[in-house]
């Protein structure tokens, strides 16, 4: 099994400086638990591109058994010390050497829908792309962190959207999600089908919640919203969260035995030192209330 992750310098020595030195790890397993380090998959572009800075998470997809794996990806460049971000793509036949598309950027925030850089929170918010197919086969759908233009500041953060006939040609769609959720941003979003019923996952931690539900819960973390069987779950303001701030970024996977777990990013320790550092699997089950850790 192959994980990719974002990489940046333990020699940094503030933490919050790794967004600005991030690329792509790459990494094998046959547990899920011991792995073996690849070469980085990928780095930071050159300069004048849309990812001279870093490069942010993404997610990995496979069109065909004969085709290219794609890689969407969010690409990081500063502007006037702002850093804007936009989604580009690379593309590999083995899972190790990966091309930019010469087409990079391929798909920009659309103001008509979602902020822009040098508005409401600093930087810009469209990033961490995830891509899957669509259920009936109308090509491909992306889910984006992204912020609309509107409403209250804390409260802005939606499931952007965009879809495509081919993963080369993407257009910007109106967010999947209502505004005024709670939510400031919903990073790195997850949609995957377990036990018939559709689950979204994302993150966002307690300083990014809105005032509303941040007087509700201790902590932010990795949060979950379930819907029924044929339903789509972008009802946000319904979310639970499914683990607290002592992990965050998460990926939800079938181990080798068809089992659905949980690899997080252990982001805090028990003495609140910044951790970074990828979990062992926790178990996942479906339950009649949505989706839980065993």
């Known amino acids: ?107 920009r ?29 109308d090509g491909w759908h992306m889910l984006v962190t992204a912020r609309v233009r509107t409403g209250p500041d804390d409260d802005r953060g939606v499931v952007g959207a965009a879809w495509s006939p081919d993963l080369r040609r993407w257009t910007a769609r109106p967010p999947r999600s209502a505004p005024g959720a709670g939510f400031g941003q919903l990073e790195v979003m997850q949609r995957e089908v377990v036990d018939g019923r559709p689950v979204l996952l994302f993150s966002c931690l307690h300083p990014e919640l809105s005032a509303a539900r941040a007087a509700a819960v201790a902590t932010g973390g990795i949060w979950a919203v379930t819907a029924e069987p044929g339903g789509d779950p972008f009802d946000v303001a319904s979310a639970e969260l499914l683990l607290d701030d002592r992990f965050y970024v998460r990926k939800l996977v079938r181990d080798r035995d068809g089992g659905w777990v949980l690899l997080a990013f252990h982001h805090r320790g028990p003495d609140d030192t910044f951790v970074g550092a990828i979990s062992d699997p926790m178990p996942v089950v479906m339950t009649p209330d949505g989706v839980r850790l065993r």
């Open 1 to 107: 099994m192959h994980l990719f992750s974002l990489n940046a310098p333990r020699d940094l020595g503030d933490p919050e400086l790794r967004h600005r030195f991030a690329g792509v790890g790459h990494a094998v397993s046959a547990d899920l638990r011991t792995w073996e380090l690849l070469p980085e998959a990928l780095t930071a572009g050159p300069p004048g591109g849309p990812d001279d800075l870093a490069i942010w998470t993404g997610c990995v997809v496979r069109p065909s058994p004969d085709a290219p794996w794609h890689l969407f990806y969010t690409g990081a460049t500063d502007v006037r010390g702002e850093t804007a971000q936009s989604t580009c793509l690379a593309t590999s036949p083995d899972l190790v050497t990966w091309t930019r598309d010469p087409a990079n950027p391929v798909l």
């Open 109 to 137: 925030a659309d103001p008509r829908w979602y902020e822009v850089l040098g508005e409401s929170w600093p930087g810009e918010n469209w990033r961490d792309p995830w891509v899957y197919p669509d259920p009936g086969g």
